[in-house]
């Protein structure tokens, strides 16, 4: 073996064995919706500057999420239940009680002047506020000069060279810094020792430091904005906690807990098992294909694919990423992309097979290596792009998506670049493997490329048509949007939660089944509390409910209503409008990106066929009445991600193409680009569908639209990439003056024109 070859196969070799001694060892973080979790239900009060009413109750939900996603609670839940509750689910908490605590307290911030020690008599007495401080003295207090709504950050820190412990470091607003500069300049004021010197941090009507401004400072001068510290007695979880409240804001109201409990999962056992037996079966599928296609480097490619399943759940297990339906989403993108890098190889070492007579399997799967790295990367890169975006301007499960779709795209780059690489090279090796054509699988051309050689079909002789045809596609899907409408789901619009206890226990697999029967089968059914069972749905009058009351005592007996609620979309306002940001940039910066890698002309061409993709998947589903919910969103993102991956490959070819003949028109390049790209398009597009057949058949009712929203995606994803994205750039360059791309030349080559690799075996001698 040579030295790369040796390295790559020792560092998968120890990549792969971390990663099963993480899965032996450690359990991994599912979210409600695969085991359940906690549930609290907080009452909004009134305040003295607010009315708890349906406008500020959403503010103190938004304010909520934010501190919730602090806390690295992995994809919460919120609603807004009437007018002034919010009921809160978080997944897989280990210390419910620690996260009532956090999640209920105000943290009413505020910075006052010391007017002086403070007695006991003053304390009930409205001529101030007058409090203990952290030694249990008692301050009179002047009225608050800030609050913590002009905090901009906070971070706790342990100073060791002070000897001051656990800190939390404050930097203010702007306004707000000069009114801190301004109240430690009074301060400044007075002698040193003097109570006056001080100035008080209260949280919640507490003091929790109240430190003498240096004597360094003078007097009106002040401390400027950012170098400010709350020191006390508090250990490093206290502080941290401190700093996660602070920055998280001030509810706008206060809230009690009134309610909590730990619920059931939201997709039962049965559904969980379907999902994992289709899962296995359409992995097993997929590597069967690859295998029949590419023989005994496709059954390597597919060793690797089960090796980036391991490498991606111990790295999910490890960094302890909540698992829920929605960011599953991100491993279905992120195996297709696996396979779809050992596609490309495989089908670039086919071209130097039989392009250039002679030559070794080694050396073809060498150039395939080379040649597909930069598709490989591009369409790497700009997934990367689009899941560090959705994390960084997400929340809740948005947020969680680009999480695992970043994952799983960084192991399925190694996957691909690093043990399939190792593995086919030591195949390639043998001579055995070498002389055999029906063994390797590369040294034939397949039956795709074949019939396409055979054929030559001209495509792009006139784009116009093929820019007809997905312009009305699109009218067909608004036209559907329009007439039908979108079936929007609760998480959008809201609806309606209502809780039954029954005489006899009824398990919610049992509950989900009756009430699809009785035309409830979109009801979100988990268990509540002892054996009672909660109900949501979208809209739900009193006659719809006494019926699926009625279809419940069929099972269960006497069956009668514990509560009753509207509530509000889970999927807020706010974070409906971050998703839509967080998308909107990602597809910016892409386009930004294509058009640095690629040419302009290319960058639009990719977006609208991403554009066409939504747009379609969008109206099919208002055709067909499916509700579109947050699985759909992590759907129609997964297919967003495949549409760009798709493009970029067949743009990457015709880069190439073109670079080698720069005299030729760019239909005809397009034309070749086209045929040559169509048989990783095919084979990749098939590993895909078998995974996503396999969860539409076997996944039950919970999956079944997350695989057809993907089927339907994959397939326009496919489409649009060759005969939406192609014709918008042929048209586009028609008007543009770019001169075509220069060809590169490759490393390890001579500076002649037409010279050529050698191959690591040959010594150059000849006879």
């Not at 008599?121 to 009179?140: I, S």
């Not at 400010?228 to 996660?244: C, K, M, V, W, Y």
């Not at 490309?344 to 399997?361: I, Q, T, W």
């Not at 399925?412 to 690093?418: D, H, K, N, P, Q």
């Amino acid at each position: 073996m040579t030295r790369a070859t040796t390295v790559r196969a020792v560092l998968a070799a120890a990549v792969l064995l971390v990663s099963v001694l993480i899965t032996l060892t450690m359990s991994p973080r599912l979210g409600l919706d695969l085991q359940g979790g906690t549930r609290m239900v907080l009452q909004a009060q009134d305040s003295a500057t607010a009315k708890a009413d349906r406008e500020s109750t959403d503010r103190t939900l938004e304010v909520l999420r934010r501190r919730i996603d602090s806390l690295g609670v992995s994809e919460p839940t919120l609603t807004r239940s009437g007018e002034d509750r919010i009921i809160v689910e978080l997944p897989d908490v280990q210390d419910p009680r620690k996260a009532a605590e956090v999640v209920g307290r105000t943290a009413q911030l505020s910075f006052h002047a010391v007017r002086g020690q403070g007695t006991e008599q003053q304390k009930g007495k409205a001529t101030g506020l007058t409090l203990p401080d952290e030694d249990g003295r008692l301050l009179a207090l002047g009225p608050a000069r800030l609050t913590g709504a002009g905090v901009k950050d906070a971070g706790a820190s342990f100073d060791a060279q002070q000897g001051a412990g656990w800190t939390v470091a404050l930097d203010f607003h702007k306004g707000a810094g000069r009114d801190w500069t301004r109240l430690t300049g009074e301060a400044a004021c007075h002698p040193a020792q003097d109570e006056r010197r001080r100035v008080a941090i209260v949280l919640d009507d507490q003091v929790i430091s109240s430190p003498q401004v240096a004597p360094s400072v003078g007097c009106d001068v002040g401390l400027p904005s950012g170098s400010t510290q709350i020191t006390g007695s508090f250990g490093a979880d206290e502080a941290r906690d401190l700093a996660l409240l602070i920055k998280g804001g001030a509810l706008p109201l206060p809230v009690e807990i009134v309610e909590q409990r730990t619920v059931g999962p939201t997709l039962g056992a049965a559904a969980i098992d379907a999902s994992a037996r289709a899962a296995l079966i359409g992995a097993a599928a997929t590597a069967l294909f690859i295998t029949f296609v590419y023989r005994l480097f496709g059954a390597l490619a597919a060793t690797a694919l089960a090796a980036y399943g391991v490498i991606s759940y111990a790295a999910l297990v490890a960094l302890g990423v909540t698992l829920t339906l929605p960011g599953l989403a991100g491993f279905v993108l992120a195996i297709g992309m696996a396979v779809d890098a050992n596609v490309l190889v495989f089908e670039r070492a086919r071209e130097e097979y039989a392009e250039r007579s002679g030559r070794s399997l080694r050396s073809a799967m060498t150039a395939g290596f080379r040649n597909a790295w930069s598709a490989v990367a591009d369409s790497n890169v700009t997934t990367l792009i689009a899941a560090g975006l959705l994390f960084f301007l997400g929340s809740g499960p948005v947020k969680g998506f680009g999480v695992t779709l970043a994952i799983g795209v960084l192991a399925s780059m190694f996957s691909a670049l690093v043990i399939a690489r190792a593995l086919t090279e030591i195949a390639s090796r043998s001579r055995f493997v070498g002389d055999y054509r029906g063994v390797n699988g590369i040294a034939r051309p397949g039956r795709v490329r074949t019939w396409l050689a055979r054929r030559d079909p001209q495509l792009f002789r006139s784009p116009r048509r093929w820019l007809l045809i997905s312009t009305a596609l699109i009218a067909v899907a608004v036209l559907g949007i329009v007439v039908r409408g979108v079936n929007l789901g609760v998480e959008f619009t809201g609806g309606r939660l209502v809780e039954y206890s029954t005489s006899r226990p009824v398990d919610v697999e049992t509950a989900r089944t009756v009430l699809a029967g009785a035309g409830f089968g979109d009801a979100e059914v988990t268990t509540a509390g002892a054996g009672d069972l909660s109900v949501r749905t979208g809209d739900l009058d009193n006659h719809e409910e006494h019926a699926l009351r009625a279809a419940l005592a069929e099972e269960g007996g006497q069956t009668t209503k514990v509560r009753d609620e509207l509530i509000g979309p889970s999927l807020g306002d706010e974070l409906r409008r971050n998703a839509l940001i967080a998308l909107a940039v990602a597809v910016a910066v892409q386009l930004a990106y294509l058009a640095v890698r690629f040419r302009w002309t290319f960058a639009l061409a990719s977006v609208a066929a991403l554009v066409h993709d939504v747009i379609l998947l969008v109206g099919a589903f208002a055709w067909l009445g499916r509700t579109v919910d947050g699985i759909f969103l992590a759907a129609l993102l997964t297919v967003i991600g495949y549409s760009v991956n798709d493009s970029v490959v067949v743009f990457d070819r015709v880069r190439e193409l073109w670079a080698k003949a720069r005299r030729a028109s760019v239909s005809t390049i397009a034309n070749r680009a086209v045929l040559q790209t169509v048989p990783r398009t095919v084979n990749t597009g098939m590993g895909a569908l078998f995974i996503l057949a396999a969860l539409a058949v076997l996944g039950g009712d919970s999956l079944e639209d997350f695989a057809l929203a993907l089927l339907i995606g994959i397939c326009v994803g496919t489409y649009s990439s060759v005969l939406t994205a192609v014709p918008v750039a042929l048209t586009l360059e028609k008007r543009a003056k770019t001169p075509p791309p220069a060809r590169k030349r490759a490393s390890g080559r001579t500076s002649g024109a037409g010279a050529k690799r050698r191959d690591p075996r040959d010594n150059g001698a000849r006879v």
